[in-house]
């Protein structure tokens, strides 16, 4: 066995660095809208720009020639004075430059051949016998016997793996001493290697998460090194450093004009704050989501008498259910709530295995072959049109304290800038969710904040705390008097058809329910795209996401009946009634900060679709349960489908950074930013742009403490 002299500077402490710019990947079944620059918050765009030049060998900015389709005669004028940099080289990349090789392919299909067996969630034929070892020692145990890398032009790759270090650590050091790495490029070298296969380093990198350390990305890094170190004989004159030109500074004067057409454009939209102290019929929650926001003002469109709200879609809600967290991954489950279908019922039983059976890669053609009518039955009940606006769901059941539960109410109320004592006769909370077929990325459009679940139980849970007449009393006891004629009823979005779906209508007088019911169909006729049934054959996932550019805490006043386009996310804000500011905090801290995620996830999807998306959902085959190649093989894909940003001619999505407008004076917002380093790192390093709105001044924020009109 091969021993390593540990050196800090160039094998442990690179790789640790290196792994921390690598985003997480979480797995199909509760995908999240991730921002992949996560890593890369504390370095300024440009810096970032450049490291990507580095170490993908592609910046994230559009191509000029996107720039001067967009913005015509308005242009910079010279795209083509590019700058310098270095550009960093694994072995194979450098063997692969001569065009007579493809082993940088080949190396990614092995260490995805094995990824795949490792992380496998029962999904295929053959479970690796290692699995109950970490990444790189399952991986040393499996090359050891392995002769596909010797048939393809390795010699005595076998015997080379076996000889290797034990463990991931020492097998970093031996590679970085014998491939002679400058130690100044040893974190960027390292990046580079993770950068070629970022689809794995990213799922590595979720389970690093989940487990709160840089295991999984170290043993992947060590096993990607183990290839190079196997390639360095045929690699005779090999340099980790290559010189070439990157993006020309006309790119990056190209982006800033497109987000400062929006700029303006946003800005000349909105309207002053005034106040409505007229007591609405109804008050209608929704989501933040980008695509509450037609669907809200056409409800508004309906009558004087209704107020839309825009908050966070868990309803300050965090809550366990069958399992599963129902809240933003940023957050942690309080209480479990649950029903009695929810978890261990024979029922749920029989559909899960029956969907193992049916996804799973023995069983899933001959189940077919099986049950061939029955699937013909569930193919025609596809094309059928979606049916009631109203279902009775599993009552929903939880033990929480009265204090608690009441704590929860009078935060969410608070939070919402809702006035208790001011609140309609009718209260809709309504969560979101879609409705996609045949995508596995399906959860993705439900909320990418929360794990990829959708609003309905977190609607159903508080509307049914605020009905509760224990935490009505206890909130009276506090000074929070919410009406005797308040009734609180919840529903869910369904974002591809721009339906409401109410769940416990039946809390309301049957005038009541008519009158919501109709006011919610006038409302989904309006804002329903002609001929966009769900279509269970349909290659284009919704679009309701794509064109995202902005988010807004204000009050309701500032945007009603403004037509935003559906790309504003829309967070009701009363400056007036958080003197603290404390409101302000949790908005900039937590759905600004989701609002940046989703918003990069699309951006990066478009400018580098080929690293940051996943290519064409045509092509897609689900690995392991858990991710999707394109094709039979290649890197786990990351990010979003062509079919989600791109309509064959055009892209739907117009890749510009997220915009944040803010009802607060500038020194409030910088109190903040000061105290919190995760949204100043964000605004400071250009990655989203930050306005404070006053009555007749918008302010962009340059720096913390440097403001300038606009």
């Known amino acids: 066995m091969i021993t390593a002299t540990l050196n800090p500077l160039t094998g442990t402490a690179a790789a640790s660095l290196a792994c921390e710019r690598i985003a997480p990947l979480w797995p199909l079944r509760n995908f999240v809208a991730v921002n992949p620059f996560v890593g890369l918050s504390r370095m300024p765009f440009e810096d970032a720009n450049r490291l990507m030049e580095q170490g993908t060998h592609r910046g994230i900015l559009m191509d000029a020639d996107y720039y001067q389709e967009q913005l015509g005669a308005n242009a910079p004028a010279d795209f083509s004075r590019r700058e310098e940099f270095t550009r960093i080289l694994t072995v194979a990349d450098w063997l692969d430059r001569a065009g007579t090789s493809n082993w940088a392919s080949f190396i990614t299909d092995e260490i995805s051949k094995w990824c795949s067996s490792y992380y496998d969630e029962a999904e295929g034929l053959w479970r690796m016998p290692w699995r109950g070892l970490p990444l790189y020692e399952a991986w040393k145990s499996a090359a050891a016997k392995d002769a596909n890398p010797e048939v393809y032009g390795l010699a005595g790759f ?93 790119q990056y004067l190209a982006q800033s004009a497109l987000e400062d057409n929006y700029q303006t454009t946003l800005i000349n939209a909105l309207r002053p704050a005034v106040s409505t102290p007229a007591r609405k019929e109804l008050q209608a929650v929704f989501c933040i989501d980008v695509r509450s926001e037609p669907y809200r003002r056409a409800l508004e469109a309906q009558s004087t008498a209704i107020q839309t709200i825009g908050f966070a879609g868990f309803f300050g809600m965090a809550v366990e259910f069958a399992g599963s967290p129902r809240c933003p991954v940023l957050l942690k489950p309080r209480h479990r709530v649950q029903t009695a279908t929810a978890a261990g019922s024979l029922s749920v039983e029989i559909r899960k295995r029956w969907k193992s059976l049916t996804h799973s890669a023995a069983a899933c053609f001959s189940s077919v072959e099986a049950g061939g009518l029955w699937f013909l039955f569930e193919l025609l009940w596809q094309m059928l049109p979606s049916g009631s606006a109203q279902e009775t769901p599993a009552p929903l059941h939880w033990e929480i304290p009265l204090a608690q539960r009441a704590d929860m109410v009078q935060d969410a109320l608070r939070n919402m800038s ?293």
């Open 418 to 710: 809702l006035d208790a004592s001011g609140l309609a006769p009718v209260v809709l909370l309504c969560g979101h969710g879609s409705r996609s077929l045949n995508n596995p990325y399906s959860s993705s459009l439900d909320c990418g904040a929360c794990g990829g679940n959708r609003g309905d139980i977190n609607a159903r849970f508080a509307a049914a705390l605020m009905n509760d007449r224990e935490v009505r009393a206890e909130l009276q006891k506090r000074g929070i008097s919410i009406p005797e004629d308040t009734v609180f009823v919840s529903g869910m979005h369904i974002t591809t058809t721009n339906e409401v779906v109410l769940y416990d209508a039946e809390r309301l007088t049957e005038a009541q329910q008519r009158q919501l019911k109709a006011w919610l169909k006038a409302a989904s006729e309006q804002c329903r795209l002609p001929g966009n049934p769900v279509d269970w054959s349909e290659v284009r996932p919704e679009w309701g996401l794509a064109g995202n550019a902005a988010f807004i805490a204000a009050p309701r006043s500032m945007t009603r009946g403004v037509n935003l386009g559906g790309r504003v996310f829309l967070h009701d804000y009363d400056p007036a009634a958080d003197l603290d500011g404390s409101v302000l905090k949790l908005i900039l801290n937590a759905p600004a900060i989701v609002a940046s995620w989703i918003n990069l996830q699309y951006y990066a999807s478009t400018v580098n679709n080929q690293l940051f998306g996943s290519g064409n959902k045509v092509l897609h085959n689900v690995v392991g349960g858990f991710g999707v190649w394109e094709g039979n093989a290649g890197d786990l894909r990351t990010g979003l489908p062509l079919q989600s940003l791109h309509d064959g001619t055009r892209w739907v999505h117009e890749p510009i950074r997220l915009q944040i407008y803010v009802a607060a004076n500038p020194g409030q917002i910088d109190t903040i930013l000061l105290e919190s380093e995760d949204i100043r790192n964000l605004v400071e390093n250009q990655w989203v742009r930050l306005y404070a709105i006053g009555d007749e001044t918008t302010w962009k924020c340059r720096k913390t403490g440097n403001w300038t009109p606009v």
């Open 158 to 250: 076998r015997h080379f793996a076996t000889a290797l270090p034990d463990s991931a650590e020492a097998m970093i050091e031996y590679a970085m001493e014998q491939l002679e790495v400058e130690e100044h490029l040893a974190t960027d070298f390292l990046h580079r290697q993770l950068m070629s296969i970022f689809g794995w380093s990213a799922y590595a990198a979720y389970h690093d998460r989940q487990s709160g350390t840089t295991r999984d990305r170290q043993d992947l890094l060590a096993i990607r090194l183990a290839y190079d170190l196997a390639l360095r004989p045929l690699a005779s004159g090999w340099s980790a450093r290559c010189p070439t030109r990157g993006t020309s500074e006309a």
